[in-house]
Each structure stands twice: as C-alpha cells, then as structure tokens.
C-alpha cells in the first residue's frame, strides 16, 4: 500500500510567469482595506501576487511595477526594501 504523494501547490510568478512550488515564492496582498503587505503564511485574505524569491524578479517587479497593475493599487517603495531583505535571508 503506497502512500498518496500529496500535489505540490504552485503558483505564478507575476514577473516571470513560470509555475513554481508556493514555498518558492513570495506572497503580497492587497486586503480590502486596500492595504498591501508580505505574506510569509500564505493564508491571509485578500488579492494575491506572487513572486520568486530572487533578487532578479523583485527588481525587474520594482521597475515594470507589476504589482501595482496586479493588486490595483500604488506600491510603497518600503515594500520593495523588504522583499529584498526576505530575499536576501
């Protein structure tokens, strides 16, 4: 009797389009207070962007301001300081 392998959930990375396993990416959310934040748990409420944790896609994210188009609303540079911190743990 095998055990069921469980289905790895992925996700896309708004930048680079790929399909990656959640724990490869980084989640931001804009809740409906309209207010966007990391989410390191993957579980809060609210419209979600993923992207790769790599120092790469969250600059080339910074310049074309993709999550701005994603998540409807202006982006705080200070979000962008802290996905590189995360990235660079």
């Not at 207010?35 to 979600?48: A, S, W």
């Amino acid at each position: 009797m095998g055990r069921k392998k469980r289905k790895v959930p992925l996700r896309k990375c708004v930048v680079t389009q790929e399909m990656l396993p959640k724990q490869q990416l980084i989640r931001i959310v804009r809740n409906k207070a309209g207010e966007v934040f990391i989410d390191l748990t993957g579980k809060q409420n609210g419209r979600g962007a993923y992207l790769s944790k790599d120092m790469k896609v969250i600059e080339k994210a910074e310049q074309m301001n993709v999550l701005k188009d994603h998540l409807n609303v202006s982006i705080d540079s200070d979000l962008y300081k802290e996905l590189k911190e995360i990235v660079q743990e």
